[in-house]
């Protein structure tokens, strides 16, 4: 029979998984050398997001490939823009280079202007880890996580990130110190408020349109610039409106909000099979966020790579894997 003092603590628990991961990324290290490039590895999918990004636009400028093929293709692209921006967060390329890091920081944010800075957002991802699982975890709040599904509100806050945060300022305002929206707009300014601002006189214009349009006689120089605002929002704004829904509905799901207590508790391995659509525009992240929460310095193309072994140990050490509970709960985690 097992004593109590044979099971392993919390502690000892996190730190196999930390241990396990750790190891496994110094074997594919010491296997592929090329690894080794850290740099050049992250500068390199940096310009092959970029230009498959102003690719299919040209392809699509040019007629070549439909509207919807150029929304999807470039949102599978700028998914990649995500995951370099997480790891500049945390200074995984270009750590002794400052022109060069901030050079990626700034493509990275042209590539998805629906975002705040990426300066902006690595101290309230810092807090993030900090307070993971809290109502003081401004990043997962202000997409969705700890709310109820609903239209109204869970929704509204996971698909339209400035719409959402406005409505819910007095919330957040409550729970965490400082906040500001003025601040966080001011964060965003200005690709977040040219990336709203074109979405909104699209879905403004094109739903008159549809309602009215067949007795108004629009002025040409509207027409002129509604063809501009109609092809940005097939090669920029529709993309990244693809990209950051699949994300925001995916990390609001699988970080745990109300409940959590240490790591084991902050987030779950999330990939039933039926995800597969939203991880093709979030890049596989349900499945390896959660291994970011217990190796901070490790670039994303790596948790790919760790991911078989680092599931494996992780859910024998009482990470939850697959748990749709949290659509019912409200993210809680509940022992089980």
């Not at 490939?65 to 997480?86: M, N, R, Y």
């Not at 500001?180 to 200005?190: D, G, Q």
Request: aromatic share 14%; glycine share 6%.
């Amino acid at each position: 029979m097992t004593s109590k003092a044979q099971i392993p603590s919390v502690e000892e628990r996190i730190q196999t998984i930390i241990t396990t991961i750790r190891s496994e990324e110094r074997r594919l290290r010491d296997k592929y050398a090329i690894l080794q490039y850290q740099d050049m590895i992250g500068l390199s999918i940096m310009l092959v997001s970029l230009l498959g990004m102003i690719g299919s636009g040209w392809l699509y400028f040019n007629d070549v490939i439909p509207a919807w093929l150029c929304i999807v293709t470039a949102a599978i692209f700028a998914s990649l823009s995500h995951e370099l921006e997480h790891d500049l967060i945390h200074r995984q390329y270009f750590k002794k280079n400052n022109f060069m890091h901030n050079l990626m920081m700034l493509m990275v944010w042209l590539m998805r202007p629906n975002t705040v800075s990426p300066w902006y957002r690595r101290g309230m991802h810092f807090l993030h880890h900090k307070t993971s699982g809290t109502e003081k975890d401004l990043e997962e709040r202000l997409v969705g996580n700890g709310i109820a599904y609903g239209f109204l509100m869970r929704y509204l806050v996971m698909f339209d990130g400035l719409i959402g945060m406005i409505v819910r300022r007095t919330a957040l305002k409550k729970d965490i110190e400082n906040f500001s929206v003025l601040e966080v707009i001011n964060a965003a300014f200005p690709l977040a408020l040219l990336y709203f601002g074109g979405w909104y006189v699209f879905l403004a214009f094109h739903g008159y349109d549809a309602i009215w349009g067949a007795t108004t006689a629009y002025p040409a120089l509207l027409l002129q610039g509604m063809n501009v605002v109609d092809f940005l929002v097939v090669v920029l704004i529709a993309p990244n409106f693809l990209r950051s829904a699949s994300l925001n509905f995916v990390t609001s799901a699988m970080h745990y909000y109300g409940g959590v207590n240490n790591l084991i508790q902050q987030t779950q391995i999330l990939k039933p099979w039926f995800f597969a659509p939203l991880h093709l525009f979030c890049f596989n992240f349900g499945s390896t966020h959660a291994i970011h929460h217990f190796v901070v310095g490790q670039p994303f193309y790596i948790r790919q790579m760790v991911a078989k072994v680092a599931h494996k140990v992780m859910v024998e050490n009482g990470v939850k894997l697959n748990d749709l509970s949290t659509f019912m709960t409200a993210n809680r985690w509940v022992h089980t």
